[in-house]
């Protein structure tokens, strides 16, 4: 089922306490806020594909599923390696990003039926990892299988994450009381992206213009002007600047001009949603075929869901001399199905569509 319009993400600065997993946050960057605070991924499943590290938190969407009683509440979780050169080596069968999609009914073991009282700041009593014995990383927030050998108190999901935290800080606090994670002011942002909120809003549909009786009358005049040889030789020389790129360029231009055009009506968007629908894409290359999208783990077909796109680059401080992540779209498509049978938290598949004309990679 498609989505009628297509839903525009845009990031905006917020105090951390809104993006709590019980407020059901759509947000960029910072750590995870895990909707199901349980059965989170294994650290196996957050690895980089291709180095083997750790990937970090990009973003999730908050996206329940209207009617459907298993997906009253819906998110997605976006992990991205930081390792740059991951995104220069990508090829066809593997990209340092992962996807996961979890669901919940509205009665379920985490959250109260009832809608959480936006502005009351958390005091605690709020649903919390640690209350269903869920261990995460300091560092990234991660599902943690691994503890400090001195302490025995903060928890990691890799040595590479356990080295950074003892480098940021918890060298100096090991031991002491109350003395976990890092002291350092903002150290676990070294490792993570910068925190935003994703708010959504419709895209706007554009109006054509409908031509009046007079309009209409006018035009026939002006086609009959342009019939005869001095208007064909006016039209030689009076060609609009669309035109002209058309003619001075490829078929994979002009789509990437349509790309352009269309996210300049909303320059800052850094996201479009629209189960169902089609993507926006920033080259006439390297779109994958039907066969190219795996069926879910449940045999469903997987629909496009959301994009993200290159703009949100510019918030994430990743730019680089040398290599440097970086995206011409990123696509998610998703069960048709929204299967809930399994992992509380399922691998779904992402497309990276580039800039260039090189054979595209995909990841599931």
């Known amino acids: 089922m498609c989505s009628q319009n297509v839903e525009l993400?845009?990031?905006?600065?917020?105090?951390?306490?809104?993006?709590?997993?019980?407020?059901?946050?759509?947000?960029?960057?910072?750590?995870?806020?895990?909707?199901?605070?349980?059965g989170l991924p294994v650290s196996e499943r957050t690895s980089c594909p291709l180095c083997g590290e750790p990937c970090v938190f990009l973003l999730q969407i908050y996206c329940p599923i209207s009617g459907d009683g298993r997906c009253f509440h819906r998110a997605f979780f976006v992990f991205c390696c930081k390792n740059a050169a991951c995104h220069t080596k990508a090829n066809s069968d593997k990209v340092p990003f992962l996807v996961f999609r979890n669901q919940l009914p509205r009665s379920?073991?985490?959250?109260?039926?009832?809608?959480?009282d936006e502005g009351q700041m958390p005091d605690g009593s709020e649903p919390r990892l640690e209350t269903f014995g869920t261990c995460v990383c300091e560092v990234c927030h991660c599902l943690a299988t691994k503890k400090c050998s001195k302490c025995k108190v903060t928890s990691y999901c890799s040595r590479s994450h356990q080295?950074?935290?003892?480098?940021?800080?918890?060298?100096?606090?090991?031991?002491?009381?109350?003395?976990?994670?890092s002291h350092k002011p903002n150290a676990p942002t070294m490792v993570l992206f910068p925190e935003f909120e994703v708010v959504m809003e419709t895209e706007e549909q554009e109006i054509k213009p409908v031509l009046t009786k007079p309009e209409d009358k006018l035009l026939n005049e002006y086609s009959q002007q342009m019939a005869n040889d001095e208007g064909k030789k006016t039209a030689a020389l009076t060609f609009d600047e669309k035109e002209l790129e058309g003619m001075a360029y490829g078929e994979e231009d002009k789509q990437f001009r349509k790309f352009k055009e269309k996210t300049?009506?909303?320059?800052?968007?850094?996201?479009?949603?629209?189960?169902?629908?089609?993507?926006?894409?920033?080259?006439?290359?390297?779109?994958?075929?039907?066969?190219?999208?795996?069926?879910?783990?449940?045999g469903a077909?997987?629909?496009?869901?959301?994009?993200?796109?290159p703009q949100l680059l510019v918030y994430m401080n990743v730019d680089s001399i040398q290599d440097s992540i970086d995206w011409g779209t990123l696509l998610i498509y998703t069960c048709s199905n929204s299967c809930d049978e399994g992992l509380?938290?399922?691998?779904?598949f992402l497309w990276r569509q580039n800039y260039s004309n090189t054979s595209l990679p995909k990841a599931t």
């Open 9 to 38: 993400g845009f990031v905006e600065k917020i105090d951390s306490w809104r993006l709590s997993s019980h407020f059901f946050p759509s947000k960029v960057g910072g750590k995870p806020a895990w909707l199901a605070l349980k």
């Open 264 to 298: 300049e009506m909303e320059p800052e968007q850094v996201l479009r949603y629209q189960r169902g629908g089609q993507p926006l894409w920033v080259s006439s290359e390297g779109q994958p075929k039907e066969s190219d999208i795996p069926k879910c783990h449940c």
């Open 344 to 348: 509380a938290y399922k691998s779904e």
């Open 301 to 309: 077909n997987r629909q496009f869901e959301f994009q993200i796109l």
């Open 163 to 181: 080295v950074i935290n003892w480098k940021q800080g918890h060298r100096e606090t090991c031991g002491t009381i109350g003395g976990t994670g």
């Open 108 to 116: 379920n073991e985490f959250y109260s039926s009832e809608p959480p």
